[in-house]
């Protein structure tokens, strides 16, 4: 079993920066595929960004890249999420995730992943 749990989440204005970090307890999770998702308000569960094992390869949803920098730390089994020029859009609870392939690529599809978070709330005011 494998336990994430998110931290940094909180309230901040349009334009602000904002951090989130997953702390992965339990089997090592160096080999894996980690990934950032939310739910904004009335919404379903989307992509945010990911990182295969090694950092080797990120991706990024349209509406985040160029604003937001997925990375990992396997020494520590932590990933963060540096949020810059956040907007009331990015309002969401933001969710860890993990999966267990050696990937070459990341999965965009929430489906594809093993174990959760329980999530963080991000509100951006306007």
């Known amino acids: 079993q494998v336990q994430l749990v998110e931290s940094g989440g909180g309230l901040v204005q349009a334009g602000d920066s904002l951090r989130l970090s997953c702390a992965a307890s339990g089997r090592p999770t160096n080999t894996y595929t980690m990934a950032w998702f939310r739910q904004p308000p009335g919404k379903g569960r989307e992509f945010v960004a990911g990182i295969t094992w090694n950092g080797g390869r990120a991706n990024y949803a349209d509406a985040v890249r160029g604003r937001f920098t997925i990375s990992r730390d396997n020494t520590k089994s932590m990933m963060d999420l540096q949020m810059n020029r956040v907007t009331p859009e990015d309002t969401a609870v933001y969710y860890c995730?993990?999966?267990?392939?050696?990937?070459?690529?990341?999965?965009?599809?929430?489906?594809?992943?093993?174990?959760w978070g329980q999530g963080s709330q991000v509100t951006v005011s306007a």
């Open positions: 995730t993990l999966r267990w392939k050696l990937d070459v690529a990341v999965p965009i599809q929430s489906n594809e992943y093993d174990y």
